[in-house]
């Protein structure tokens, strides 16, 4: 990052997203069960929930940020365009300015998925995350399955 050139390179700036957003949902995936509600140290047919030392609060925010992992699929599908353009299509560098701003919404869709979905996370097996029931199945297709295809 302390060299301009590269700081100002669409491709580091793709590479740049999804090593935010790795490390972001990966950070969520290491706390694990500690931030599920510590009431639900045992819930019966849906698992145990060992070493749960959190609350609702803790529990949404592993939700969102879990939910913020989409941003690393989206900059991946965006450094593919990146790399259909540059190797197939022979773009170079002042070319691909003109669409830069296009292939950074993914950092704007991971962040209104995260935000429209608390509302419906919860506690799953292993992790918080968008809860299935039969009152969120629209918000669990849209925020759970919808970004994977």
Not at 56 to 62: D, K
Not at 68 to 91: D, E, K
Not at 107 to 134: D, N, Q, W
């Amino acid at each position: 990052l302390s060299d301009s050139e590269r700081r100002d390179s669409l491709y580091h700036q793709l590479v740049l997203g999804i090593s935010f957003f790795d490390t972001i949902s990966a950070g969520a995936s290491l706390v694990n069960r500690l931030a599920m509600p510590q009431e639900l140290e045992f819930v019966p047919n849906a698992g145990v929930f060992l070493g749960a030392r959190g609350n609702e609060r803790t529990c949404v925010a592993q939700g969102f940020f879990l939910q913020l992992g989409f941003g690393s699929i989206f900059y991946n599908i965006a450094l593919s365009i990146y790399y259909l353009l540059v190797i197939r299509y022979g773009w170079k560098e002042h070319r691909l300015r003109d669409i830069r701003y296009w292939m950074h919404l993914p950092s704007v869709v991971a962040v209104g998925l995260a935000l429209f979905a608390i509302p419906h996370y919860g506690p799953m097996t292993f992790v918080c995350y968008i809860v299935k029931t039969r009152d969120n199945l629209v918000a669990f297709t849209i925020f759970g399955l919808l970004p994977l295809l």
